[in-house]
């Protein structure tokens, strides 16, 4: 019998090919999924930064109230803890600062932010990792000394 010998691919090969798709395959799969989790802890990260800010401004262990606004910075007031405060965005931070005390950074990796004070609210814009966020927190404003009506 005379076979002709046609080219084209063995068995072994094709197995061979076969079994390097399938491993490039998973090694994509387990590369997008990596990224993936690295994505949401980001973004998870970012939204617990936010409301644990959020929750030192308006926490009634300060119990802030605004005070007025001094050179792109607020001044805040704080009655239980008799002391004046500064909030300011400064280094890519959202910084909140006592008088004549250290800081403390309540946001960090800023991209870019914004504080407005229309009364009552303050408005917080500001982005994290190009997610924008915009959030309002409500506060009292200073009374002075003479304005309360003490029984």
């Not at 909030?87 to 800023?110: A, E, R, S, W």
């Not at 966020?133 to 506060?139: G, Q, S």
């Given at each position: 019998?005379?076979c ?5 691919f063995?068995?072994?090969e094709?197995l ?24 949401h ?10 409301a644990t800010?959020l929750?030192?401004l308006q ?14 910075q ?17 280094d890519h ?8 005390q250290?800081y ?7 991209q870019?932010g ?5 009364a ?6 500001f ?6 966020f915009h959030?309002?927190?409500?506060f009292?404003t ?10």
């Amino acid at each position: 019998m005379n076979c002709k010998n046609s080219a084209g691919f063995t068995l072994v090969e094709t197995l061979i090919a076969l079994m390097i798709d399938i491993l490039v395959i998973i090694l994509l799969a387990n590369f997008y999924s990596d990224r993936q989790t690295e994505a949401h802890s980001l973004r998870f990260s970012d939204q617990f930064q936010v409301a644990t800010a959020l929750a030192t401004l308006q926490g009634d262990q300060l119990s802030l109230e605004y005070a007025g606004e001094n050179q792109k910075q607020l001044l805040l007031y704080s009655p239980t803890k008799k002391m004046e405060y500064t909030l300011k965005i400064t280094d890519h931070k959202l910084v909140m600062q006592g008088k004549n005390q250290g800081y403390m950074p309540l946001l960090y990796d800023l991209q870019e932010g914004k504080l407005t004070y229309h009364a009552p609210y303050l408005d917080l814009k500001f982005s994290l990792h190009d997610v924008v966020f915009h959030e309002k927190i409500c506060f009292r404003t200073k009374v002075k000394k003479g304005d309360r009506n003490e029984e």
